[in-house]
């Protein structure tokens, strides 16, 4: 995707090859007319005109060819088989093939070997692995008797990535292993990266969770040694993401703000740093940490508005800040954080994250009792799933069905899967349009507002996991029994308004008994499930990470 500013620079430039091809061409200058239909034809393809860009290499080849510069034939081919490779796979392999024979012809061996990697990557990607396997083996040979360590590196990673996703592990880890070593050799340090990232993430996929993480750790030491900060950030995501999946949140937690603080001081990769915001607001969310969860996603959303980042950025802010007002019990904001992700998804065409969405909104609606509403998301999701043939997603909706027919027993329930498509589009397009039902609105009423519940479910599951300082729990306590003292004393004006002290009273009386060390627990329809529910389930996290650090260790 080219920025405003590239497409000005890469526009002028055209624009003044083409004065000099003019030039050239009126003065009979073979040589440099065919030198800038070259040019032209790259710039063409960085602009994103392949019709243009081929005409250009099509006219330099031809000149190329009457002039006998075999050289700059050889890199017109090259460039037409990276123009053809996806439109025209057959051709952009002729391409290769006829830039190899000349090569051959020449006995320019180190451009035979450039040619049969090139080459190799074209069978991959046509799914002919034997062929594409036997091109880098040829290029591997060559470079081995060119005595050229650094490029023989090159066509081993590819063979190995080619084993990986065959899932040929060991054979894999093996040609990764001697591209770190020739990298070594050559003392190509920063290219050596390329060999531990490739070995770190097959650990991964192995579940060889030390292994991977000693791997990023060395990255991480390389990176500073060479002061490539970029390097070191990305290493220390794929550290943070090792502990993360190794249970070891509190670890994940540390590396992932550690990233934070590298990566704060520059703005030239506004990606970078949106993923680490993401990724730390989502593991601060799984540990209950609501108010640092919040500013993260925020900070994600305005990074993703901002800068010139793909839609899908944005896209996962919405929807991770839909589950954060979700767990506070918050159905009207979480629904416009939803309808935001569904509508920018749905225009982009990102099925994947359409489904999740309309699975998010599914799980929304028939907690908040709305079932037939949440019956109709959940069904949607699962017809677009089987449309792609994605059996697992079907599997994992239909568990999300099954909740709510157990809520509405079968009878009810066969009754409500019955409405046609046209009703169910009716109610998703009531979720578009921003329609709310009375009863979600009256929730809002009942519970309190975020600003107030994310600060206190924060400072409750700090104090739970013994993060906060003796005074801070004791000082909790002292507020929690004033509350719902005050709760229970004061009258109300109203029906909601009693409502809402009751439920109030109710939660306070549950984190107290939490703090007490004692089981607490509130019905499925209370206002205040799902926050006592995000609690609990944010001590298990914080127990089984402290566990999981303990058996690292």
């Known amino acids: 995707m080219t920025t405003d500013g590239e497409r000005l620079a890469l526009e002028q430039a055209i624009a003044q090859r083409q004065l000099e091809l003019e030039h050239y061409r009126r003065s009979g200058d073979r040589w440099h007319q ?41 890199a017109t081919l090259h460039n037409l088989g990276v123009l053809l490779k996806d439109k025209d796979p057959e051709r952009a392999r002729a391409s290769y093939e006829q830039a190899l024979t000349i090569l051959r012809h020449h006995n320019d061996r180190r451009g035979q070997a450039f ?24 290029a591997i040979a060559i470079l081995q008797a060119l005595g050229e360590p650094s490029n023989e590196a090159v066509p081993f990673i590819n063979l190995g990535r080619l084993a990986e996703r065959s899932e040929r592990y060991d054979e894999a880890r093996q040609y990764y292993q001697q591209a770190r070593q020739l990298l070594q050799q050559a003392g190509a340090l920063k290219r050596e990266l390329i060999a531990i990232k490739d070995l770190g993430r097959l650990a991964e996929r192995q579940e060889r969770y030390k292994e991977a993480r000693r791997l990023y750790e060395e990255a991480c030491v390389l990176c500073r040694r060479l002061g490539y900060r970029e390097g070191e950030v990305g290493f220390l995501l794929s550290l943070a993401g090792v502990y993360h999946q190794s249970g070891q949140l509190l670890q994940a937690r540390a590396t992932y703000e550690q990233a934070l603080t590298l990566q704060a001081g520059s703005q030239d990769d506004p990606l970078s740093l949106f993923a ?49 007002f979700h767990y506070l019990g918050q159905p009207v904001q979480a629904i416009d954080r939803y309808r935001r992700a569904f509508l920018s998804r749905a225009r982009s065409g990102d099925i994947t994250g359409l489904i999740l969405t309309l699975c998010s909104l599914g799980d929304l609606y028939g907690h908040f009792g709305q079932l037939e509403s949440g019956l109709a998301h959940l ?19 239909d568990d999300r069905i099954a909740s709510i027919r157990n809520q509405l027993g079968p009878e009810a329930f066969a009754f409500i899967r019955q409405i046609s498509e046209s009703e169910r589009s009716l109610l998703i397009e009531a979720t578009i349009a921003g329609i709310i039902s009375p009863e979600l609105s009256q929730q809002e009423r009942i519970i309190l507002p975020p600003e107030q519940l994310s600060p206190l479910i924060e ?3 700090l104090a739970l996991a013994d993060q906060s300082p003796p005074q801070e729990r004791q000082a909790l306590q002292s507020e929690l029994e004033h509350l719902r003292a005050q709760a229970q004393a004061q009258s109300a004006p109203d029906e909601t308004e009693q409502r809402a002290r009751a439920a109030a009273a109710d939660f306070y009386a549950a984190l107290l008994a939490l703090l007490e060390g004692e089981p607490a627990g509130l019905p499925a329809e209370h206002p205040y499930a799902l926050p006592l529910s995000l609690i609990q389930k944010g001590q298990t996290a914080w127990r089984a990470s402290q566990i999981a650090s303990n058996q690292q260790d």
């Open 276 to 324: 680490i915001h993401l990724d730390l607001g989502g593991l601060l969310f799984m540990l209950a940490l609501t108010e640092s969860a919040r500013r993260h996603y925020e900070q994600a959303l305005t990074l993703a508005r901002s800068n010139d980042l793909p839609p899908s950025c944005e896209d996962m802010s919405w929807n991770a800040l839909g589950q954060f």
């Open 34 to 74: 065919a030198t800038t239909l070259h040019e032209l034809g790259g710039l063409y393809q960085k602009l994103g005109q392949p019709g243009n860009a081929l005409t250009s290499y099509e006219q330099a080849l031809s000149i190329f060819q009457q002039l006998g510069d075999f050289l700059g034939e050889v």
């Open 459 to 461: 400072r409750i599951s």
């Open 115 to 138: 040619t049969l990697h090139n080459l190799g990557q074209l069978y991959e990607s046509l799914g002919r692995d034997e062929q594409a396997k036997a091109a880098y083996q040829e």
């Open 379 to 397: 069904l949607e999701a699962r017809t677009i799933a089987e449309e792609e043939g994605d059996s697992a997603t079907c599997a994992s909706i």
